[in-house]
């Protein structure tokens, strides 16, 4: 934050130009992806720069793309909206709606959910990709519309709603379809996601009064007979939202670790290991990705 706007203008021009040599778009994709997700200041001048260098980084049809798209053209003014509309190719019509994007991909979680989870020697049963592509889009997107709106609008009315409906089915019929649990699993990891946008907004006791619902609802997962995928979720979203109350998050992973009988994956290990150092009272953020 101490460097002048045009020496940040020079490395990031240095960069994306290093990743245009080595013809890694990914590399690229992410840049921007962290540049608006992070607001950082004057963000749309530097995705400006972006497409003068490598236009190529936004051909890409992912639906992250899109949403660094969308974010993008509701940040830039002017001048820099101009030119980005023509390195990018906009049409002249008003931009998408983010709230209608986000709703958007929430259906498609809920109506198109991978059939089974993939097995990672790190994170255990984890989310496809694909499915990590819709979480990390609509991050982005609640990301640009900030904390308030995103608990009141998506936590509250929708992603919770969701849990809700869940649990009450597998309480009248006693069993779950594997698509219903990576959808719940993708919620899960979504609301942990999610939860670090009023960390960083200073909003500790509406996160932490989210993460003791998710810490009750891990402690009861055996017992409740939850699948492993969405129990490594739950765990995952605790640790996303760790510093809300450090030392009780600790307190829920410890409790439903002593009475699951499935082998720990590595992630949740060096998680717990990372807790057990952060001294008494300190807000450690610990992120799994």
């Known amino acids: 934050m101490s460097l002048s706007h045009n020496y940040i203008q020079s490395l990031c021009r240095v960069y994306v130009g290093i990743c245009h040599q080595l013809g890694d778009l990914e590399k690229a994709r992410l840049f921007c992806y962290t540049l608006l997700k992070e607001d950082f200041p004057r963000s749309d001048q530097l995705i400006l720069f972006i497409a003068n260098i490598w236009s190529e980084v936004f051909s890409s049809e992912s ?3 899109k949403a660094i798209q969308l974010v993008a053209r509701q940040r830039a003014k002017g001048d820099v909206l101009k030119c980005l509309k023509t390195y990018l190719n906009w049409e002249e019509s008003a931009p998408g709606d983010i709230s209608m994007m986000i709703s958007s991909l929430l259906w498609a979680i809920q109506l198109c959910p991978q059939m089974e989870f993939q097995l990672s020697e790190k994170y255990g049963e984890d989310l496809k990709e694909n499915t990590w592509q819709y979480v990390f ?20 009315k ?15 019929s006693g069993s779950t379809s594997s698509s219903s649990n990576i959808i719940i699993a ?5 609301i942990g996601h999610l939860g670090q946008i009023g960390l960083r907004e200073g909003f500790f006791p509406a996160v932490e009064n989210i993460s003791s619902v998710i810490g009750v609802f891990l402690q009861h997962a055996k017992e409740k007979d939850v699948a492993w995928g969405v129990q490594l979720a739950a765990a995952y979203a605790l640790f996303d939202l760790g510093p809300s109350n450090p030392s009780k ?3 829920a992973i410890h409790a439903w670790k002593a009475v699951t009988s499935i082998s720990l994956p590595s992630a949740i290990v060096l998680q717990i290991s990372m807790s057990l150092d952060t001294t008494a009272g300190e807000k450690q953020q610990c992120l799994v990705y």
Do not use: F
């Open 186 to 190: 993708t919620v899960l990891r979504l």
């Open 249 to 251: 998050i600790l307190e």
């Open 158 to 172: 929708e992603l919770w709603p969701i849990m809700d409906n869940w649990i009450k089915n597998r309480s009248g």
């Open 63 to 65: 639906v992250i793309n």
């Open 137 to 156: 889009a609509i991050d982005l997107l609640c990301s640009y519309q900030k904390w308030c709106w995103t608990h009141d609008n998506i936590i509250s």
